[in-house]
């Protein structure tokens, strides 16, 4: 369970840097 939380928060912060708002 761990692991997939740590792939969303990689994906979220991959997100932000590409939409820096």
């Known amino acids: 369970a761990q692991e ?3 792939k ?3 994906r979220i912060r991959y997100l932000q840097l ?4």
């Open 18 to 21: 590409n939409n820096p708002m």
């Open 8 to 10: 969303n928060s990689n």
């Open 4 to 6: 997939a939380w740590s």
